[in-house]
């Protein structure tokens, strides 16, 4: 056996490359930067590429609301009397011929319309569904996309496809490239946030390269957080440890680390120890940042939330605070949209346990003066079917649907009160004005004063970009 295997003094040598130098890079690029003068985004940046911003941004920060599953455009903002006329009927085969269905393959293709009434709210006069009684109320704030395209049509795929771009797995999510590219505007929190909730029929499983940093250093990854008991696992010390005998620890490592690393590099030690880094500095912020007694108890009732009880509710409230801290990419999971049957029933437990703390997001942002350059955006991977299909006793649902379906956005340079794009008159293809899910990516980046064709980090031989090598454009009919 070698010597050295087992000598611990040449094990924190060689192992320790690095770590230290870049953990104290890290720390005086952090003090400088809250010495700095702010950047044209109004407040000094930690991180981020040279050069980024390209222009001036409209948004600071991004918070994603994916319902996970699907949700139906048809029971939500996308109102077709056509096909409500049509109910029972079978669909038109110059429809649906050579079109891609998940589970309807060989059956007899019949429509239905929507299994609720809709309403027009607003000056705007946005349709909107009875499931959605308070998003409703944001009728003159939101812009809702009717004609959204994806190109993945069973569920991991799709979740794969809508965060990076493309259904090839290990590629990085957009939170990744957010934070990678522009860094954050908290040193004292991760940059990119993960929460998740559920109820209803089906909850799917979202699997963690949904928010993986792919090739991008690993310290951009999205870090989930739990919306039960403790925000992070191990916040605390164990008994024992103080924070001051901790920050020796860490301070005596950096000494041995930068010594050594005026020879050698290693990026993903750099990244771990920009992880401890992180996580030493958590120890002070997350305890603050759960204790939402700081509240008042009508901000609580607006949401609906009782914090720390794992609902919907609650992770809106506590994606407000992340926005609040300067947190860039918050991304919140609902899962059980996935309406295969039993339809109205589910979309009144999936839309109830979203719809209110949805409206009230948006409307605490706009009233604190976040929602300027806070942009919201909210929808599922794809939407459902004009076809229906009967579950038994569980009573008809919605298959998945690809080629047309609806998100909405709000807030960051977006025009308030507009309805983009429709589908025809079944709710099946999107006919004017397609947004397609690169379109969207694109359209995000515009919004953070980022060019998608310019932001590309080479892996592999490619120049590889979140928007991918198809045509993509920012939507700018949208834009404020």
Request: net charge neutral.
């Amino acid at each position: 056996m070698h010597p050295n295997l087992l000598n611990r003094r040449t094990f924190l040598r060689d192992t320790g490359v690095g770590i230290g130098a870049t953990a104290l890079a890290g720390l005086l690029a952090r003090d400088a930067a809250a010495s700095a003068s702010p950047s044209a985004g109004g407040a000094a940046l930690l991180g981020g590429l040279p050069g980024l911003p390209h222009f001036a941004p409209k948004a600071k920060r991004v918070i994603f609301l994916c319902m996970a599953g699907g949700p139906s455009h048809l029971e939500s903002f996308d109102n077709k009397p056509k096909l409500t006329e049509l109910s029972g009927q079978p669909m038109p085969e110059s429809i649906t011929a050579g079109q891609p269905i998940a589970q309807l393959q060989g059956t007899e293709l019949i429509a239905h319309g929507a299994m609720t009434r809709f309403k027009r709210y607003g000056q705007s006069g946005l349709e909107v569904s009875d499931f959605f009684p308070h998003t409703a109320r944001l009728a003159d704030d939101i812009t809702v996309i009717k004609s959204m395209v994806t190109e993945q049509i069973n569920h991991d795929p799709a979740h794969t496809f809508m965060n990076t771009g493309t259904a090839i797995s290990g590629r990085p999510s957009m939170g990744s490239w957010v934070n990678y590219g522009l860094g954050s505007e908290c040193d004292n929190l991760p940059g990119f946030v993960v929460l998740m909730s559920h109820s209803g029929r089906n909850p799917q499983p979202l699997s963690s390269r949904q928010w993986s940093a792919g090739f991008l250093p690993g310290r951009h990854q999205g870090v989930p957080f739990n919306a039960t008991g403790d925000v992070v696992h191990y916040v605390g010390n164990p008994p024992g440890v103080d924070r001051q005998s901790q920050r020796r620890l860490i301070d005596r490592v950096t000494q041995l680390d930068a010594h050594r690393n005026q020879q050698t590099a290693n990026p993903a030690i750099d990244s771990r120890i920009a992880a401890y880094e992180l996580a030493f500095r958590m120890q002070a912020s997350v305890p603050t940042l759960a204790d939402c007694s700081d509240e008042p108890r009508s901000v609580l009732e607006k949401y609906g939330a009782t914090p720390g009880d794992g609902t919907f509710a609650s992770n809106c409230l506590l994606a407000r605070r992340l926005a609040e801290r300067g947190v860039r990419f918050i991304q919140l999971y609902h899962k059980g949209w996935d309406h295969h049957g039993g339809l109205k029933n589910n979309m009144t437990i999936s839309a109830g346990s979203t719809d209110r703390p949805c409206w009230a997001l948006v409307d605490d942002l706009k009233s604190r003066g976040l929602l300027d350059d806070t942009l919201v955006i909210w929808g599922g991977e794809f939407g459902r079917t004009p076809m229906v299909q009967n579950k038994g006793s569980e009573g008809i649902g919605r298959d998945h649907h690809i080629k047309g379906f609806t998100m909405w956005m709000a807030g960051g340079g977006v025009k308030p009160g507009v309805s983009y794009g429709a589908t025809d008159d079944f709710g099946y293809h999107a006919t004017e004005n397609p947004v397609h899910v690169r379109d969207l990516h694109a359209t995000m980046l515009a919004l953070l004063g980022v060019d998608h064709a310019r932001f590309a980090v080479k892996h592999q031989g490619l120049d590889l970009k979140l928007t991918g090598v198809e045509p993509a454009r920012v939507v700018r009919e949208v834009l404020a």
